[in-house]
């Protein structure tokens, strides 16, 4: 019976994998929305999905061939998965939830699949098999990730990195802080004005690169910020890391213009300043907003986005979802994601950044004054609205700022021309 029981279990696993893709981006969805400490940015995001991908068609592989238990290894994908965990302090414990929930999602899934297949009275013993094999399959993979998460947590905390991380962590979570020690600890005042920024690296660069190339970016920044002493720079993983500079002011414009001239393959999102202990945890969570902005306008955002430029949308960016509702329904039609709508966008924004004047626009826009004209009424008529409405031009105001950072994340998606 064990011999025909692997078949059904084996057929179950070619059913599965029929339906692979389906599966995981349902299983992706579930896991982030019940653990909401592996719901980070798009990176880790990425690195989950990768994750899940590789777990998924290797445990497949092994129901299909009837691989045996010594032979199991953990693909690379989620190890580094684990890696990136352990290095953001984040618990073993919600890694290993996300392995008991997809487990019981793919046992469910395949325990069906063999239901409406097999007589009933094969049924029964082929599941007995299935969720045998699933669940051995499954302990040796949590021990595999969870061995590597304790060895990179170890190994980042031991590090003056990982001892940074400590502290500022304590900082941020708002709770009592010794602030002598923190202070000693990470070699930097918090009785003065603080400005923050996440730093990351852009996919082309190597790991390897990336510590050399902050250095060089976090020097850059000092300068251009005028500080007042050094920068402390605690990494949030391998490729990602946050920053605070004693700085009294911004010059975003000239942040910008340092980072261009050194041409560093980097990203940067600025928050504004801030006084002391609750200074350093704001301009933090307003750099964490404005990465959202950034990362959702790709690279065309620049390398480098200060929150005083893009405050409100920052606070709106929160919920990606709600504010690309706002704006369809604010813009209708101009909310399109094409050329056309897009050259109507930019007009109709500098037409408003400019009190209405067609001949400063034009100016502005090197371009005739019965053009901007022609495409100040397009793009007005696609809106529906009226300028004897201020309420409703502030709001196409915000959308457009909306649109201009955050591009197609916020539009409304056209199809294709056969």
Same mark, same amino acid.
């Given at each position: 019976?064990?011999?025909?029981?692997?078949?059904?279990?084996?057929?179950?696993?070619?059913?599965?994998?029929?339906?692979?893709?389906?599966?995981?981006?349902?299983?992706?969805?579930?896991?982030?929305?019940?653990?909401?400490?592996?719901?980070?940015?798009?990176?880790?995001?990425?690195?989950?999905?990768?994750?899940?991908?590789?777990?998924?068609?290797?445990?497949?592989?092994?129901?299909?061939?009837?691989?045996?238990?010594?032979?199991?290894?953990?693909?690379?994908?989620?190890?580094?998965?684990?890696?990136?965990?352990?290095?953001?302090?984040?618990?073993?414990?919600?890694?290993?939830?996300?392995?008991?929930?997809?487990?019981?999602?793919?046992?469910?899934?395949?325990?069906?699949?063999?239901?409406?297949?097999?007589?009933?009275?094969?049924?029964?013993?082929?599941?007995?098999?299935?969720?045998?094999?699933?669940?051995?399959?499954?302990?040796?993979?949590?021990?595999?990730?969870?061995?590597?998460?304790?060895?990179?947590?170890?190994?980042?905390?031991?590090?003056?990195?990982?001892?940074?991380?400590?502290?500022?962590?304590?900082?941020?979570?708002?709770?009592?802080?010794?602030?002598?020690?923190?202070?000693?600890?990470?070699?930097?005042?918090?009785?003065?004005?603080?400005?923050?920024?996440?730093?990351?690296?852009?996919?082309?660069? !190597?790991?390897? #690169? =990336? +510590?050399?190339?902050? %250095? *060089?970016? $976090?020097?850059? &920044?000092? /300068? @251009?910020?005028?500080?007042?002493?050094?920068?402390?720079?605690?990494?949030?993983?391998?490729?990602?890391?946050?920053?605070?500079?004693?700085?009294?002011?911004?010059?975003?414009?000239?942040?910008?213009?340092?980072?261009?001239?050194?041409?560093?393959?980097?990203?940067? !999102?600025?928050? #504004? =300043? +801030?006084?002391?202990? %609750? *200074?350093? $945890?704001?301009? &933090?969570? /307003? @750099?964490?907003?404005?990465?959202?902005?950034?990362?959702?306008?790709?690279?065309?955002?620049?390398?480098?986005?200060?929150?005083?430029?893009?405050?409100?949308?920052?606070?709106?960016?929160?919920?990606?979802?709600?504010?690309?509702?706002?704006?369809?329904?604010?813009?209708?039609?101009?909310?399109?994601?094409?050329?056309?709508?897009?050259?109507?966008?930019?007009?109709?924004?500098?037409?408003?950044?400019?009190?209405?004047?067609?001949?400063?626009?034009?100016?502005?826009?090197?371009?005739?004054?019965?053009?901007?004209?022609?495409?100040?009424?397009?793009?007005?008529?696609?809106?529906?609205?009226?300028?004897?409405?201020?309420?409703?031009?502030?709001?196409?105001?915000?959308?457009?700022?909306?649109?201009?950072?955050?591009?197609?994340?916020?539009?409304?998606?056209?199809?294709?021309?056969?």
């Amino acid at each position: 019976m064990t011999g025909e029981s692997l078949v059904y279990v084996a057929w179950a696993a070619q059913q599965m994998n029929a339906r692979r893709d389906e599966f995981i981006a349902g299983l992706v969805l579930v896991t982030r929305s019940e653990i909401r400490s592996l719901d980070h940015d798009s990176r880790m995001v990425d690195l989950l999905n990768a994750s899940i991908t590789e777990n998924v068609v290797a445990a497949i592989h092994f129901l299909e061939h009837g691989g045996v238990e010594a032979d199991v290894e953990a693909p690379t994908a989620a190890l580094v998965y684990a890696r990136a965990l352990a290095q953001r302090d984040v618990a073993l414990s919600a890694l290993i939830r996300a392995y008991r929930i997809g487990h019981g999602r793919f046992v469910d899934e395949a325990m069906a699949l063999l239901a409406a297949q097999a007589p009933p009275e094969k049924a029964l013993p082929a599941a007995r098999e299935l969720v045998h094999r699933a669940a051995s399959w499954i302990d040796t993979i949590c021990d595999r990730v969870g061995i590597t998460y304790e060895q990179e947590r170890d190994r980042w905390v031991s590090s003056r990195s990982g001892l940074r991380q400590h502290w500022v962590n304590e900082l941020l979570s708002g709770s009592a802080v010794d602030i002598v020690k923190a202070e000693d600890a990470l070699d930097y005042r918090l009785d003065r004005n603080h400005v923050a920024a996440i730093m990351w690296a852009e996919d082309t660069v !190597a790991t390897r #690169d =990336v +510590g050399d190339l902050f %250095d *060089g970016a $976090r020097s850059a &920044l000092g /300068e @251009a910020l005028a500080a007042s002493g050094p920068s402390l720079m605690v990494p949030t993983d391998e490729r990602e890391a946050r920053l605070w500079w004693p700085a009294d002011r911004i010059d975003c414009a000239g942040v910008q213009a340092a980072l261009a001239e050194r041409e560093v393959s980097v990203r940067i !999102a600025v928050g #504004d =300043v +801030g006084y002391g202990v %609750d *200074g350093f $945890r704001r301009s &933090l969570r /307003e @750099a964490e907003r404005v990465k959202v902005v950034a990362l959702s306008g790709g690279p065309a955002s620049g390398r480098v986005t200060c929150y005083e430029i893009v405050a409100p949308i920052a606070l709106m960016a929160a919920d990606v979802g709600d504010l690309r509702l706002f704006v369809q329904r604010t813009l209708g039609a101009l909310a399109s994601d094409d050329e056309r709508s897009e050259s109507l966008r930019d007009t109709l924004r500098e037409f408003l950044a400019r009190n209405g004047s067609f001949s400063a626009t034009a100016k502005a826009m090197f371009l005739h004054r019965n053009t901007i004209q022609y495409r100040v009424a397009q793009a007005m008529d696609a809106c529906g609205v009226s300028f004897d409405d201020p309420d409703a031009i502030a709001s196409v105001q915000i959308a457009l700022t909306a649109c201009r950072w955050m591009g197609s994340s916020v539009l409304r998606q056209t199809n294709p021309t056969p």
